[in-house]
């Protein structure tokens, strides 16, 4: 019984630790925030269950992957392409700024899929490109390369619809 | 080597925090027992004390010692007192015999009633009552 609340409360601290960046990661693969919710909370309860998380050496990364995958066998079983979700936030913007979090919304829908997973990943979820690489199976180089060519086209679409982002 | 234009734009990437998730729904553990033991202990004191206190503070005033087995000191038994298991045993240990004692205690003959009031037998006895 001991076991089972420390293990219950270790899920718990990593939840709210890494939850946020976690339901972006998978709003960021299915343009809905609902789905991203259901399908984190759905790993985080299988988990709780199982007592694979322990083993795991890196065990944010861990989690990445897991909810990736729930996310992506979810998806190929609906068969449904990303559509951005218009209404729901996937940010709590600087100085309540709701237009510039829509526009960041709509510019991370214009990227790839690839783009989006890997900025997001680093950006957010604060994953090196060697975990990145691990993760989604590609070379370091590539995660770099990926993530440099998601914040140029990123750039350009806020920048473009407001005076100046990023520009002090 | 990150270009600084980068390293600004994602510094201002990063001042949009991804909203949190609500709370998993995960019902909390149960207490081990020990942290049951450290509330039941003080509660169970506090009982106790209060169970004690009342009990004291029932207890008539200028009361004589109570005796152990609960049972009434003979000279404190009244007339028209009613008869409890404490006098009854109390009668029986100070009595010369369990006879006398069982009879005194059944017809109490001798038995003198409180000031302003008369036994039955008295007030009958006055009386004359044809039949």
């Known amino acids: 019984m001991q076991l089972i609340s420390r293990r219950t409360r270790e899920l718990e601290s990593l939840y709210r630790q890494h939850g946020p960046a976690l ?13 991203a919710q259901d399908a984190v909370q759905q790993v985080f309860l299988k988990l709780l269950q199982e007592n694979r998380l322990e083993q795991a050496e890196d065990k944010k990364a861990y989690l990445f992957a897991c909810v990736r995958n729930a996310v992506l066998n979810e998806a190929r079983s609906r068969g449904r392409n990303t559509s951005l979700d218009a209404d729901a936030m996937f940010f709590e913007p600087p100085q309540r700024d709701y237009a510039a979090e829509l526009n960041l919304r709509r510019a991370l829908h214009e990227l790839s899929q690839e783009q989006r997973e890997v900025i997001v990943l680093h950006v957010w ?27 140029t086209k990123l750039r350009a679409a806020m920048c473009a619809k407001e005076d100046s982002c990023a520009n002090p | 080597m990150p270009i600084p234009e980068e390293e600004r734009f994602e510094s201002y990437l990063k001042e949009f925090r991804p909203v949190a998730p609500p709370r998993l729904p995960v019902e909390p553990p149960a207490l081990p027992w020990r942290h049951w033991v450290l509330f039941a202990a003080p509660a169970a004191a506090a009982i106790l004390l209060l169970a004690v206190a009342f009990s004291l503070h029932t207890r008539p005033d200028g009361s004589a010692k109570a005796i152990p087995g609960g049972q009434v000191p003979a000279e404190r038994l009244q007339v028209g007192a009613p008869l409890t298991l ?9 009595g010369p015999s369990v006879r006398t004692v069982l009879d005194e205690m059944s017809f109490p003959s001798t038995a003198t009633p409180p000031k302003g009031k008369a036994s039955a037998l008295a007030v009958l006895s006055k009386e004359k009552i044809r039949l």
């Open chain 1, 23 to 35: 339901v972006l990661f998978a709003a960021a693969i299915t343009g809905e925030r609902e789905r």
């Open chain 2, 86 to 94: 404490g006098s009854a045993n109390s009668r029986l240990a100070s």
């Open chain 1, 125 to 151: 979820g604060e994953m090196t490109f060697a975990q990145i690489s691990e993760l989604l199976e590609i070379s370091s180089n590539t995660a770099a390369s990926r993530y440099r060519y998601a914040l």
